[in-house]
């Protein structure tokens, strides 16, 4: 074999290493780029959720002193109800965004059971005036959220724990 030969192949060789390293080098970038760009798009949404949250729990608590008299067949019942299922129904569409697993599940939790408006959330807090219990709710998880933004660690609430606690009771399965 020539020596010019020898040298073209070694060439060739090079040229078919460097543009495999390059194509590979192209295809990793492009996927650690897809990757951060679904991050921050995890992110984005996460963060308007939170933003809407805020929002809709101040209006809750707001709507929980506006609450008629403890008792259900009081006038007007019927239409705060109609009002809070809307304030929830928006929060639980924001709540299925956030990132967080455990503080998602919480606050699912807890909109299930009204925010402290559900009888049996009541009597297992032990605290029979639902417009105290909301309002403290709504609390507990404005400051949770707070936590959440600043990246710092969510700490465990008490009665949205309870609320928690309650949910898996209600939601699990019997074994058969």
Known sequence: MSDTLTVGIIG?????????AAFFGVVYQQRQQ?????RERRAALSQGAVDSLFTDLE????????????????PGW????????????KMRLAIFRL???DLRETLQAASLFGFGNERRLQEAVGLRAGR???V??????QECLGYYLRDESVPTKEFLSKARREYAIATRRPST
Do not use: F, N, T, Y
Not at 12 to 20: I, Q, R, Y
Not at 59 to 74: V, Y
Not at 136 to 141: F, P, S
């Open 12 to 20: 060739l060789g090079g040229a078919v290493v460097g543009a495999l």
């Open 132 to 134: 105290v219990l909301m």
């Open 59 to 74: 209006a809750l608590r707001d709507h929980a002193w506006r609450r008629p008299a403890e008792e259900e067949a009081a």
């Open 34 to 38: 897809a990757r951060q760009a679904k």
């Open 78 to 89: 019927g239409e705060w109800v109609d009002e809070m299922g809307r304030i929830l129904a």
């Open 136 to 141: 403290a709710m709504c609390g507990e998880a």
């Open 99 to 101: 990132s967080d697993r």
